[in-house]
Nanobody, 123 residues
């Protein structure tokens, strides 16, 4: 399995931006499908964005145009740039990895998880 550590969360105002980082360790990182999943209080986990090792990206509809996922395989790091943040984006954001290379958007398909980083957006 790959080990994941997120950073970059915080408290911001609506309209602000944040960049989350996820540092990964494990020899298979460069080939694994990576993603960001968030969970708001009282809600189910929600797929945010994912990226293949090739750089192909996928987004939940509500994040398209505002969020950008990227990865640097040389640095074993995945990023999530979040712009035009809204109060409804408030959640714990988790970096996650599958055991394979194909696209997944069901949180249950991700087998490795970071500890999560809190993002709070005030109105």
């Amino acid at each position: 399995q790959v080990q994941l550590v997120e950073s970059g969360g915080g408290l911001v105002q609506a309209g602000d931006s944040l960049r989350l980082s996820c540092a990964a360790s494990g020899r298979t990182f460069s080939s694994q499908f990576m993603g960001w999943v968030r969970q708001a209080p009282g809600k189910e986990r929600e797929f945010v964005a994912g990226i293949k090792w090739t750089g192909t990206t996928y987004y939940a509809d509500s994040m398209k145009g505002r969020f950008t996922i990227s990865r640097d395989n040389a640095k074993n790091t995945v990023y999530l740039q979040m712009n035009s943040l809204k109060p409804e984006d408030t959640a714990v954001y988790y970096c996650a990895a599958t055991s394979g290379t194909t696209y997944r958007n069901n949180p249950e398909d991700f087998g490795s998880w970071g500890q999560g980083t809190q993002v709070t957006v005030s109105s």
